[in-house]
């Protein structure tokens, strides 16, 4: 007999991490899944396809993220009501108590829905983690004085590559972008003065991931919402908004191995920096993977000139911690990996500098 020991510390640590990050429903409804797996409920059966990971294993592939998500997809899609009227609202506060019993009913009534859920890594495209990687790609504007090419793997539904587009508000340290934007995101920052003078240019953006969300899909675009903790709307007005925009701009991202897709295609070239990036995605690919992706940037680098530098920005938690998310920079010519700052994983706050 599997031991569910890891499974019910993965979900207690989770539900931990939401109430602290500001999701109190998130937090009480995955305290009564931990007990459910305790006690050989519904949930422990249907989480059969990961027993025997480690609950390091557990928390790094998001296992309890999946299982919140789809109870919120059940929630958005109106296939259960029950579940629908336990859950928080603009006008009315969610009932984790009634939210959990309608969602263990589900369980039991129709199973497949959360295996087939479950079987993919959460996409969250969180677009204020852009907010984050902004002063990244000024660094590089300001440090090589060329436009930028973009190109982002794990990219989810491609938001993130219209960070340009977006409007930025870091409080005293002042603001950046296009005042008049539709989505607009607002960070505190920490610590010293950042690039926040330096204007930037973007000249192309390409983007791939294994599994792309497809924004053009209702039932895609109700998965992206899905991620989003149901008691944060600002965030789901943010995502909102996002989404409007990309569908306008014809926003693309193809279906491609990041390894595979990242030595075709993001080659330097002269006249731009070329900037490979990603955000909350590496702890998702196998570690073979991680191995090819980590060698094709690292040979493209070396094919950089001072008129063709490459660089590879990333909002990632370090290795082996999980609880701290850094915004590294490395650029060719030269090949420094830095800590530019310390982040929050959802983009509220960045501590840039010695501050980290």
């Known amino acids: 007999m599997i031991d569910p020991a890891p499974l019910v510390r993965a979900f207690e640590i989770q539900s931990g991490a939401c109430a602290a990050l500001g999701s109190p429903f998130s937090g009480a409804l995955l305290a009564h899944a931990a007990r459910d797996i305790t006690d050989g409920g519904p949930l422990a059966g249907l989480l059969a396809p990961f027993a025997g990971l480690s ?4 928390v790094g592939d998001a296992v309890p993220i999946r299982w919140l998500g789809c109870v919120h997809d059940l929630a958005l899609s109106g296939a259960a009501p029950a579940v629908a009227g336990a859950y928080p609202s ?3 506060p969610g009932d984790a108590d009634a939210a959990w019993a309608a969602a263990r009913a589900a369980m039991i009534a129709a199973p497949e829905r959360f295996s087939a859920f479950m079987a993919h890594e959460p996409q969250t495209n ?5 907010a984050c990687l902004l002063p990244g790609f000024l660094t590089v504007a300001a440090e090589t004085g060329l436009p930028l090419r973009l190109f982002e793997v794990g990219a989810s539904a491609g938001l993130n590559q219209l960070w340009d587009r977006y409007h930025y508000d870091y409080g005293g340290p002042g603001t950046w972008g296009d005042p008049g934007s539709s989505v607009r995101l607002d960070a ?8 926040l003078g330096v ?11 294994r599994k792309p969300v497809d924004i053009q899909d209702p039932i895609a675009r109700r998965r992206l919402k899905a991620y989003v903790w149901a008691d944060q709307f600002d965030r789901l007005t943010r995502l909102e908004a996002a989404i409007a925009m990309a569908l306008a701009a014809d926003t693309r991202v193809e279906a ?5 897709w990242t030595a075709a295609r993001a080659a330097p070239t002269p006249g731009a920096a070329t900037v490979l990036f990603h955000s909350i995605f590496w702890q998702y690919m196998p570690p073979d993977r991680q191995a090819a992706l980590t060698e094709a940037i690292l040979a493209l680098g070396e094919g950089a000139g001072a ?4 660089a590879w920005l990333r909002m990632e938690p370090p290795p082996g911690n999980l609880a701290i998310t850094e915004l590294r920079l490395t650029l060719w010519p030269g090949a420094e990996n830095r800590l530019l700052g310390r982040v929050h994983p959802h983009g509220a706050w960045i501590a840039w500098g010695a501050a980290s």
């Open 55 to 58: 609950t390091r294993a557990l």
């Open 90 to 92: 603009p006008d009315r």
């Open 188 to 195: 505190e920052w920490r610590g010293e003065p950042g690039p």
């Open 307 to 310: 008129e063709a530098p490459f």
């Open 126 to 130: 969180e677009v204020r983690r852009s």
């Open 199 to 209: 204007a930037a240019r973007v000249v192309s953006r390409a983007a791939c991931d």
């Open 256 to 260: 491609e191995d990041a390894a595979v």
